[in-house]
């Protein structure tokens, strides 16, 4: 006996969850998978002084926002947690928690077929819920680092205590990676710094977060057909930035000046000696190009509304390499452990349908699958820059609702198919 759902929602996040708010009040019958606990990713997969980058008055998801006393404040790992896991209490949301989906198959009758740890299920339309970010990444040549260091992800990364006692390298400056690497160096470590491409921004700028600039300029709702980049914009790193203590820039250059050691791309690991490129110049550059151009895009926006605001002063570069280092023997370096922030792989080996790349990225408009019934929600850029925040997640719920709602088809009502 296969049991029957209209819908049947994989992953049990903000994403699962805002759709499933949606479904249940158009009363649609659905079920939520998780394969662990709601929302456990913000709770197992961020490290102990994590904050959110984005302010408290930008989390928002259908029918719930933050309601705390600090709307310009950043929430912690626990209380991004728990806000997710209380969202699930405020309505009466079909979730089925420790159910893992082993594979997915188009049925003859135009549903599919959901096998999982728990029994197979049929359903009407699906809705992938997992997010973009499934497995680590972590190079082939880690293996020819030397046994005696530590190497995790930054997925892993929980604390400084938590590693062995010496220096560390952190591959990576993104998000994840540069946060790390100041959370490890406020701890008192050693921390050395592989840096990338990736941009930064500026915390605040004349009064205000810079996100709430960009906010009311309409940044975050910009399609991504109607971007510049268009949909190579989905394989873009994040802009680094903090949220901790109130709130601040990272800026790279500053942390070299207090004691961080910065290199540019790691190139391969020969005879326990890391190779880089000589681009951290460059990177560092370019990182102040992009936070720059979004003070010009500020500074024209509060001009042409007319908005008073107070002036202030531009960046100016605290540090600059005078010699880059392109090699680094692990053996005299004092690095005991390497944390990996170089991000995530798709793994969609489960679905077998006909909506991937050549990379295993889906194929989509909005979450919308050239097979029918067939959604994805809660992707990098899924139609926005904003479908990467809260607020962005509960808009492209609602649209994908919508959709569903007009593709339902009206079934009998028996728990069962033969």
């Not at 929602?9 to 949606?22: C, D, K, R, Y």
């Not at 790193?237 to 903090?242: A, E, I, Q």
């Not at 605290?318 to 023997?329: G, K």
């Not at 991937?356 to 909005?366: K, L, S, Y």
């Amino acid at each position: 006996m296969t049991t029957h759902h209209d819908v049947v929602v994989i992953g049990g996040g903000q994403a699962g969850l805002s759709i499933s708010w949606h479904l249940a009040h158009r009363s649609i019958d659905h079920v939520v998978l998780e394969r662990d606990s709601l929302a456990h990713e913000w709770r197992d997969s961020r490290w102990d002084n994590f904050t959110l980058v984005t302010p408290n008055w930008q989390c928002a998801l259908p029918g719930y926002s933050y309601a705390g006393g600090d709307p310009d404040g950043f929430m912690t790992r626990e209380q991004t947690y728990d806000f997710v896991r209380g969202y699930a209490d405020t309505f009466p949301a079909p979730v089925r928690e420790g159910v893992t989906v082993t594979s997915l198959h188009q049925s003859a009758d135009g549903g599919f077929d959901v096998d999982t740890t728990q029994g197979p299920l049929h359903a009407g339309q699906v809705v992938v819920a997992t997010g973009g970010y499934h497995t680590p990444v972590i190079p082939r040549f880690a293996e020819r680092l030397p046994a005696s260091i530590e190497q995790i992800h930054s997925s892993q990364y929980r604390s400084a205590e938590a590693l062995p006692d010496g220096e560390v390298l952190v591959v990576g400056n993104g998000q994840s990676g540069a946060q790390i690497a100041e959370d490890l160096m406020l701890s008192g470590r050693t921390v050395h710094l592989v840096t990338g491409g990736a941009p930064r921004v500026a915390r605040f700028y004349r009064g205000r977060d810079c996100v709430a600039w960009l906010h009311d300029m309409g940044t975050y709702d910009v399609s991504i057909a109607d971007h510049p980049g268009g949909l190579a914009k989905r394989e873009n790193t994040n802009h680094y930035v903090t949220g901790r203590d109130g709130g601040r820039d990272i800026d790279l250059r500053a942390f070299a000046l207090q004691g961080m050691n910065l290199y540019g791309r790691l190139l391969e690991v020969v005879d326990g000696t890391l190779q880089f490129a000589p681009t951290l110049a460059s990177s560092l550059d370019a990182a102040d190009v992009v936070a720059e151009s979004i003070k010009d895009s500020i500074d024209a926006y509060i001009e042409r509304a007319g908005i008073v605001a107070p002036t202030e002063a531009r960046y100016v570069p605290v540090w600059r390499p005078e010699r880059e280092a392109t090699s680094l023997d692990l053996a005299s370096s004092g690095i005991t452990s390497v944390v990996w922030s170089i991000g995530f792989r798709t793994d969609y080996r489960w679905l077998h349908a006909g909506v991937f790349d050549g990379e295993g990225h889906p194929c989509h408009n909005r979450g919308v699958t050239a097979v029918p019934g067939l959604f994805f929600l809660g992707l990098p850029w899924q139609h926005t820059w904003g479908s990467g925040r809260f607020a962005g997640v509960a808009r492209d719920a609602e649209y994908l609702a919508e959709r569903i709602e007009c593709e339902v088809h009206v079934r009998p009502s028996v728990s069962s198919l033969a």
